[in-house]
């Protein structure tokens, strides 16, 4: 019940193309859904997050889906750019996050 | 600046040594966290603490030992009892009057064992 279960692994994008990666979780305890990005050899830091009273939130070029009912929230990333080359992390906490749950992770790298 | 400060960035270690890993926070942060990060894989979490003097193991404490003596510092041992403790260590805080359920991470310590 505490899983995150995210896809795919890896993804590779066309610079310009739409990036999506997918994440589902069990705990509908859960109240908060952070995307982390990570560049190789630094610590993740937070992307953008959501919280379940709504169904969508933008942020730039980066938007976040999710479905309450079917227990699934997305990362899209618009426009993707060689910038955004990166490890992308899903995650879900409740309670202020003492207890988050992150996902395996998606290697995204985007073609110049 | 505020932030978290971890060191040293890179540790060579002998087999059978073992080394402290440094993290220190000026957030003002209730709760810290150790993650091991294994190339190309996910976060696992090492131990925690949400409190000065108390800690609790996470999914991979074995081999591993911490303290938290200070809210500021929550040093992570890796013992000669970690049979692969080579891998990237990332420290995290969260909490404070303004949380939002956001970690904040360290850059990381990367241990390698010759």
């Known amino acids: 019940q505490q899983q995150v279960k995210q896809s795919p692994q890896s993804l590779i994008v066309q610079k310009g193309g739409i990036s999506i990666i997918n994440c589902a979780y069990e705990n509908t305890a859960f109240d908060y859904f952070p995307w982390y990005q990570q560049f190789p050899g630094k610590g993740p830091a937070l992307l953008i997050a959501?919280?379940?009273?709504?169904s969508e939130k933008k942020e730039g070029r980066f938007t976040i889906s999710f479905n309450k009912s079917a227990k699934q929230f997305s990362l899209h990333i618009m426009d993707s750019q060689p910038g955004d080359s990166a490890t992308y992390f899903c995650?879900?906490?409740?309670?202020?996050?003492?207890?988050?749950?992150f996902g395996a992770g998606t290697r995204l790298f985007v073609k110049a | 600046d505020g932030g978290i400060t971890q060191s040293p960035k890179y540790l060579f270690r002998k087999e059978g040594q073992n080394v402290t890993l440094s993290c220190e926070q000026n957030l003002n942060h209730d709760a810290m966290y150790w993650y091991r990060q294994d190339p190309g894989q996910g976060l696992r979490l090492i131990y925690y603490s949400q409190i000065v003097n108390d800690f609790q193991k996470g999914d991979i404490a074995e081999g591993y030992s911490v303290s938290r003596e200070k809210k500021e510092s929550f040093p992570l041992t890796v013992t000669s009892a970690q049979k692969n403790p080579t891998a990237f260590y990332l420290c995290?805080?969260?909490?404070?009057?303004?949380?939002?359920?956001?970690?904040?991470f360290g850059e990381g310590s990367r241990l390698t064992v010759l």
């Open positions: 995290a805080t969260i909490g404070g009057q303004m949380n939002t359920g956001e970690l904040f």
């Open positions: 995650a879900a906490s409740k309670g202020g996050g003492f207890k988050t749950i």
């Open positions: 959501i919280r379940p009273d709504v």
